[in-house]
């Protein structure tokens, strides 16, 4: 087996190599890194995953990892975001009633909903990096083409399908970036991924502040007005497409995955990068000859991966991606799978369902008096203008936005003392709160400050439930379950821009105090998951 020449070696992506097919099955040889078993003494031992991410140290690596896989979280945020601040404008010249309106922001969440078990289920089967490639090239590409559609319903079919590419990239990212954290600081880098949303709903807010209000910002193109708000919406694919060409140039597979189909050797070259990254100007070695695999556990996980090769008709295929949820629903995994769908349709349902509606019910308060009782006046589509633009509306936003900031810092501070399943509680019980405290307000500037209040913590419980959610199941089907209750959110996420569409204009009590009441049961669901404070990933 031959060693990589000099040119070669300086043409190996920055962060990681190009590791072989799974479906090869290891038969390809693998490349040595300058580090590889040929220049280690024989007396080093060998180690179990869990060990060898403790040895591979904290640092740079972690760093720069954290950089690049929290800007394809904050991409993923303005993508989905970026509708709910266009709509003001976007409405005129597309025409929209309020029930169109809720059509179009659940649009990207019925993607989100096909695409999230979809692209979970190839994760653990294909690999995340490969996966999250292709998901955020989905969602950048058909994010861009968006802005050119001229009727509401291409605009919703392409939003659509933006949807179903961000469906991929929010629970394989978590997985993903998991599996390379030692077990002592994994809540707290999980929960600094999560503060990545934040600044993504921070960009998108400050670009519609920004881009949206030019109006001279268009081009006439014969058939058609290529608006400010699709400029906008241009801008919002670009985090995406960026995120994309980064994992496709610099990012190495995950090693836990690598090690669960079978490959040591690459995963031990990532260790040894790692290692490598967060002890520079060491000249000491990777202190391991190998990998311990248990191999009974280990041909247990790659067995789906063999009936690949098994499954030629469709019922076979759909029964072998089926296959992980069942496992979902049997114990001992049974009572937390039922505690997560609950508290994934809770949150879903009452942060989407209210968030996707603040710029239109900011921009309905703007005469003052609370949301709620200008919002059950019918608005008159013909009579109102969306020219010129109320630059308040995304002001309001972007404070909105921010008010993010304490939570998330809270969360990376408390994190791994509190442990995750008392933070989800105890801030869904605060979210409900302040939910059913935007309904009993009475004045514009009292309904901003406890929209900000629900902001700041809601935060705190999605956080903590990525970090729950990621520490509850193995690897085999870490990305399968947060794909599936992901794609559970998403279908409460479309019934609640449904649900405030249809109520918004004339019973705005209704979908509030159901938000409120759902945030209530998503804390007491809460309570009956384990705890998983500091645990071994399996």
Known sequence: MSRRSEGDEARRPLLGFRSEDPDSGGDAPSEKSPDSTDDRSDDQPKLSYEEAVEEAGFGLFHGLLLLVCGWANASDAVEILCVSFLLPTARCDLQLSSADMGLLTASIFLGMMLGGYMWGYLADQRGRQRVLVISLTVNGTFGAVASLAPSFWLFLLLRFLSGVGVGGSI?????????????????????????????????????????????????????????????????????????????????????????????????????????????????????????????????????????????????????????????????????????????????????????MWFPELFKRAEDGGSPCANMSQPQSQENESCYPVKTAVYMEGFVTAASNLPGNIFTILLMDVVGGKILLAGSLLLSSLSVFLIYVVKTKSQSLLMSCVFSGVSVISWNALDVVGTELYPTQLRSSALGFFTGVGRVAAIMGNVVFGQLVDSNCAVPILVVSALLLAGGLAALKLPPTKQTDLT
């Open 171 to 355: 629970p394989v990212i978590f997985s993903y970036f998991s599996e390379f954290q030692p077990k002592l600081r994994r809540g707290a880098m999980i929960s600094a991924l999560a503060t990545f949303w934040m600044a993504g709903n921070i960009l998108a807010a400050g670009a519609a502040w920004l881009v949206i209000p030019r109006t001279f910002l268009h081009v006439e193109l014969g058939w058609l007005d290529f608006q400010s708000w699709r400029v906008f919406v241009v801008l919002c694919s670009i985090p995406s497409l960026t995120s994309a060409f980064i994992f496709s140039l610099a990012m190495p597979e995950s090693p836990r995955f690598l090690i669960q189909v079978g490959m040591e050797e690459e995963a031990l070259t990532v260790f040894q990068l790692m290692y490598k990254l967060n002890h520079r100007g060491s000249c000491k070695p990777f202190p391991a000859s190998g990998l311990l695999v248990n191999r009974k556990d280990d041909e247990d996980e790659v067995e789906p991966l063999r009936m690949r090769g098994c499954c030629e008709h469709l019922t076979c295929f759909f029964k072998q991606g089926l296959a992980p949820i069942r496992q979902l629903f049997v114990r001992p995994l049974l009572s937390r799978s039922i505690a997560l769908l609950i508290i994934n349709y809770c949150i879903s349902f009452g942060y989407y369902g209210l968030w």
